[in-house]
């Protein structure tokens, strides 16, 4: 069966500082490998996504993230975090018929001046 | 870009009472569609995945003479909420995956029932 997992619910980043966000998965094939951005009371943005190839994916607003299949991992990164950044963010995996993914449990950034 | 419509963006009814929300593809045309429901600080749950012109497939617990959904065109997808409760409260949201690819996948803004 497959499953996410997002260790962190919450964290806090001081503006300017970089951000990790950490995904685990379980899937018994070649997964492809989401994360998106959830606004309160809105739907979801998505930032990257992997499918195969570079293992180092770049996405939309200066976020990237690297696939580990070793550690079936899937971390999210951004060197310098601006407040607007300041979100829920799901990391997701899906399969062969992708759009029917599987969410973590989300974590919740806050950003501090 | 591609944009998928979710309507309506909040909904405030009484027990009993049936709800539809609507999941519709503006520029593009989706053969398949999803539904989620979200809890208040939890993540996302496939409901069921809408198949254009045939019936829906319902995820394991999830009530399909509860939650009626409709896949008429090529466009639209349309969720009923029948005789709602208030254990039914939730966020609920679409995705649409654009026809003939298996890249192009949309979320609209989502629903946001409150039954009371």
């Known amino acids: 069966a497959q499953s996410v997992t997002q260790p962190d619910i919450h964290i806090t980043v001081s503006e300017g500082a970089s951000l990790e966000l950490r995904c685990n998965y379980s899937?018994?094939?070649?997964?492809?490998l989401f994360w998106y951005v959830q606004s309160p009371g809105q739907g979801l943005q998505l930032l990257l996504k992997?499918?195969?190839?570079?293992?180092l994916v770049q996405g939309i607003k200066g976020f990237e993230a690297e696939f580990k299949r070793s550690q079936s991992s899937f971390n999210l990164r951004k060197p310098s975090v601006h407040w607007s950044d300041a979100a829920e963010y799901f990391c997701?995996?899906?399969?062969?018929?992708?759009?029917?993914?599987?969410f973590g449990a989300g974590t919740q950034v806050v950003v501090t001046p | 870009g591609a944009v998928v419509s979710q309507h309506p963006s909040w909904v405030i009814c009484k027990s009993g009472t049936s709800v539809k929300i609507e999941c519709r593809s503006l520029?593009?045309?989706?053969?398949?569609m999803f539904w989620y429901r979200q809890f208040p600080k939890q993540s996302l749950m496939l409901m069921a995945t809408?198949?254009?012109?045939?019936?829906?497939?319902?995820e394991q617990g999830v009530e399909k003479d509860k939650f009626l959904i409709n896949h008429a065109s090529l466009t639209l997808s349309t969720l009923t909420v029948t005789s709602a409760h208030p254990e039914d409260s939730s966020f609920y949201i679409c995705?649409?995956?654009?026809?003939?690819?298996?890249?192009?996948?949309?979320f609209g803004s989502g629903t946001q029932l409150s039954v009371l």
């Open positions: 995705s649409a995956r654009e026809t003939g690819t298996n890249e192009k996948l949309f």
């Open positions: 899937y018994g094939a070649t997964p492809y």
């Open positions: 992997y499918f195969s190839g570079d293992t």
């Open positions: 997701a995996v899906g399969g062969h018929s992708w759009g029917k993914l599987q």
């Open positions: 520029d593009f045309q989706a053969t398949t």
């Open positions: 809408s198949n254009e012109g045939s019936k829906a497939t319902y």
